[in-house]
């Protein structure tokens, strides 16, 4: 392996230490190296923190090494003002003499002016360097930043036969389809996402609180679906664990804003394009990343628009014989699959 690339494979590799954390953030890595020896890493902090070339640098224990270390990063060093001060100004304070970066940032407000402000510094930039690598690890980040919206994740569970759920139910509370160390996995999916999303039927079916309870993590932001603005403010989504965003009918909305919760709406007109109006709305409040969880008719409304980047498919051994049928999902080139026990996952990417 090439040396620039070991380097920038291991920043990748801490970087992940940030995920469910940074959002609207990236979770980037950095790594310093000095006469082929890491002397420091950092990752991003927690939304409002350090990123991660601060970090690193921090963690420099004789910062006389800064001079002669190169530093290696994920993704290009910003150069603007936000939270924090722009790490490409930390970086010529330092006179580190080489940074070498994975991938350049398509945020119209970094966009390759971190590199120009380094050059101009007098620091030699290499780029592109496990491009590919960097750009999967950083894809909710871009996806947002290239295309306007969230990375989108559908999931769902069916049965053997292909039904999501029974056609009936005595009481107001999920069936589980999947065992227990699939529903353990979804927990933790939900704490590496920023927001999930349900349809008001699920909400009226399951009253489902949406939280992480099964996996350490951040509670992700609720997004529920209200078209006929009827959803009560007894359900289980609407308390204070975390944030709420109701995609509704403010006509008819008999729910009451909050600090809690947000009140948007979009039309629901079958001619209008349902998902990227909600795509808009979770734009808008710098939501990067979704998980989407049901029900039927909502996961195939994004299918159907071809607005979605994952899906994650949980196939029981239970049988329904009847029921409500699981989404439609076309052909895909990209698929892995794997077993949970006695249930199947199967990974799908968007061709």
Same mark, same amino acid.
């Given at each position: 392996?090439?040396?620039?690339?070991?380097?920038? $494979? !291991?920043?990748?590799?801490?970087?992940?230490?940030?995920?469910?954390?940074?959002?609207?953030?990236?979770?980037?890595?950095?790594?310093?190296?000095?006469?082929?020896?890491?002397?420091?890493?950092?990752?991003?902090?927690?939304y409002?923190?350090?990123?991660? &070339?601060?970090?690193?640098?921090?963690a420099?224990?004789?910062?006389?090494?800064?001079?002669?270390?190169?530093?290696?990063?994920?993704?290009?060093?910003?150069?603007?003002?936000?939270?924090?001060?722009?790490?490409?100004?930390?970086?010529?304070k330092?006179?580190?003499?080489?940074?070498?970066?994975?991938?350049?940032?398509?945020?119209?407000?970094?966009?390759?002016?971190?590199?120009?402000k380094?050059k101009?510094?007098?620091?030699?930039?290499?780029?592109?360097?496990? &491009?590919?690598?960097?750009?999967?690890?950083?894809?909710?980040?871009?996806?947002?930043?290239?295309?306007?919206?969230?990375?989108?994740?559908?999931?769902?569970?069916?049965?053997?036969?292909?039904?999501?759920?029974?056609?009936?139910?005595?009481?107001? $509370?999920?069936?589980?389809?999947?065992?227990?160390?699939?529903?353990?996995?979804? *927990?933790?999916? !939900?704490?590496?996402?920023?927001? /999930?999303?349900?349809?008001?039927?699920?909400?009226?079916?399951?009253?489902?609180?949406?939280?992480?309870?099964?996996?350490?993590?951040?509670?992700?932001?609720?997004?529920?679906?209200?078209?006929?603005?009827?959803?009560?403010?007894?359900?289980?989504?609407?308390?204070?664990?975390?944030?709420t965003?109701?995609?509704?009918?403010?006509?008819?909305?008999?729910?009451?804003a909050?600090?809690?919760?947000?009140?948007?709406?979009?039309?629901?007109?079958?001619? *209008?394009d349902?998902? $990227?109006q909600?795509?808009?709305?979770?734009?808008?409040?710098q939501?990067?990343?979704?998980?989407?969880?049901?029900?039927?008719?909502?996961?195939?409304?994004?299918?159907?628009?071809?607005?979605?980047?994952?899906?994650?498919?949980?196939?029981?051994?239970?049988?329904?014989?009847?029921?409500?049928?699981?989404p /439609?999902l076309?052909?895909? $080139?990209?698929?892995?699959?794997?077993?949970?026990?006695?249930?199947?996952?199967?990974?799908?990417?968007?061709?």
């Amino acid at each position: 392996m090439k040396i620039h690339e070991k380097y920038i $494979k !291991r920043c990748i590799e801490i970087a992940k230490n940030g995920l469910g954390t940074t959002a609207p953030n990236p979770m980037v890595g950095c790594v310093l190296v000095c006469e082929n020896k890491i002397i420091a890493e950092g990752f991003t902090s927690p939304y409002g923190g350090a990123h991660a &070339e601060v970090n690193a640098i921090n963690a420099v224990k004789d910062i006389s090494l800064l001079g002669e270390a190169t530093l290696y990063v994920t993704l290009e060093p910003c150069s603007h003002f936000g939270k924090t001060p722009p790490c490409s100004d930390l970086i010529i304070k330092y006179h580190i003499k080489q940074v070498v970066i994975g991938c350049l940032d398509s945020n119209p407000l970094v966009a390759g002016r971190g590199i120009a402000k380094l050059k101009a510094a007098g620091c030699e930039v290499i780029t592109g360097v496990l &491009e590919e690598d960097c750009r999967e690890h950083h894809k909710r980040f871009f996806t947002f930043h290239d295309k306007k919206r969230p990375y989108i994740i559908l999931k769902w569970a069916e049965t053997d036969d292909g039904f999501i759920a029974p056609n009936q139910k005595s009481e107001i $509370k999920p069936i589980w389809i999947t065992n227990a160390y699939s529903r353990q996995l979804v *927990h933790k999916w !939900r704490a590496e996402e920023q927001a /999930i999303l349900v349809g008001s039927k699920t909400v009226q079916e399951d009253n489902p609180s949406l939280t992480v309870r099964d996996w350490s993590g951040n509670n992700p932001i609720r997004i529920v679906l209200n078209p006929k603005g009827d959803l009560l403010p007894s359900f289980q989504i609407f308390n204070s664990d975390t944030k709420t965003i109701v995609i509704g009918n403010l006509k008819n909305e008999v729910l009451q804003a909050s600090d809690n919760l947000i009140l948007e709406s979009i039309n629901w007109d079958s001619q *209008h394009d349902i998902a $990227k109006q909600i795509c808009d709305v979770l734009w808008k409040h710098q939501i990067t990343s979704v998980i989407i969880e049901g029900g039927a008719q909502t996961l195939q409304t994004f299918l159907n628009e071809n607005l979605w980047d994952e899906a994650r498919i949980f196939i029981s051994e239970l049988q329904f014989n009847s029921g409500v049928k699981a989404p /439609i999902l076309r052909a895909t $080139k990209s698929k892995t699959t794997e077993k949970i026990s006695n249930d199947t996952l199967s990974i799908h990417k968007n061709d």
